[in-house]
T-cell receptor, first 111, second 111 residues
C-alpha cells in the first residue's frame, strides 16, 4: 500500500522563526509532490509543487525534495500567526490520476 | 482562470434521507474530477474520480455513488444516508501528474 507519512504535530514555533515540515513516502514511482495548507474548517489550498530533486522557493516557502531518501519537506521562513494551519503533503505516481495524501501536520505559530 | 464551485456549503440531513451534492468547474475542459471526504480530525479519503463524461472510478465501497453527466459537472449522491456519512465533502479538479484544486467543500451532518 502506498503511504505518505507526516508527523501529526502540533508543531509549535515562535513568530519569526523557521517552521520545518516533513513528509516521507513509500512509492519509489512517485513523480510529483505537493504541499497544501488547510485552515480549520476550510478546504485545502495548494501552496507548493515540486517535481525534481533539490529546493524550490516561492516567497517565504521552500520545498525540498530528495527522491533517493523518499523525503519531501516544506520550510516556512519568518513564520506568522496566519501560517497556523494543517499542512498536507500529497504525492502522485507517474501516470496515475490520484494523489496520495498524508494526514497532515498541524502548525501553530505563537505570537 | 479556473474556478470550482461546490454547493451547498452546509447541509443537515436525517438518517435514511437521499443526498445530492453538485460540483462544477469553469475555465478548463476535460478536467479530472474528484470527490473526497474528510471526517473530523482525519485525513482526506478519496471516494470517486472521473477522467471523462460517464467515467467513474470508485475507491471505497459505500452507499454513495457519483455521476458525471457533463464535462465539467460532478455529482455525489446517496439513496439513504447513514450516520457514518457525516463529514466534510470536497470536490477537486486536476490534470494527470498535476496538482488538484479543491472547492470550498460541503459540511454534511447526519441526524
Amino acid at each position: 500500500q502506498k503511504e505518505v507519512e507526516q508527523n501529526s504535530g502540533p508543531l509549535s514555533v515562535p513568530e519569526g522563526a523557521i517552521a520545518s515540515l516533513n513528509c516521507t513516502y513509500s512509492d519509489r514511482g512517485s513523480q510529483s509532490f505537493f504541499w497544501y495548507r488547510q485552515y480549520s474548517g476550510k478546504s485545502p489550498e495548494l501552496i507548493m509543487s515540486i517535481y525534481s530533486n533539490g529546493d524550490k522557493e516561492d516567497g517565504r516557502f521552500t520545498a525540498q525534495l530528495n527522491k533517493a531518501s523518499q523525503y519531501v519537506s516544506l520550510l516556512i521562513r519568518d513564520s506568522q500567526p496566519s501560517d497556523s494551519a494543517t499542512y498536507l503533503c500529497a504525492v502522485n505516481r507517474a501516470g496515475s490520476y490520484q494523489l496520495t495524501f498524508g494526514k497532515g501536520t498541524k502548525l501553530s505559530v505563537i505570537p | 482562470s479556473q474556478t470550482i464551485h461546490q454547493w451547498p456549503a452546509t447541509l443537515v440531513q436525517p438518517v435514511g434521507s437521499p443526498l445530492s451534492l453538485e460540483c462544477t468547474v469553469e475555465g478548463t475542459s476535460n478536467p479530472n474530477l474528484y470527490w473526497y471526504r474528510q471526517a473530523a480530525g482525519r485525513g482526506l479519503q478519496l471516494l470517486f474520480y472521473s477522467v471523462g463524461i460517464g467515467q467513474i472510478s470508485s475507491e471505497v465501497p459505500q452507499n454513495l455513488s457519483a455521476s458525471r453527466p457533463q464535462d465539467r459537472q460532478f455529482i455525489l449522491s446517496s439513496k439513504k444516508l447513514l450516520l457514518s456519512d457525516s463529514g466534510f465533502y470536497l470536490c477537486a479538479w486536476g490534470g494527470s501528474n498535476q496538482p488538484q484544486h479543491f472547492g470550498d467543500g460541503t459540511r454534511l451532518s447526519i441526524l
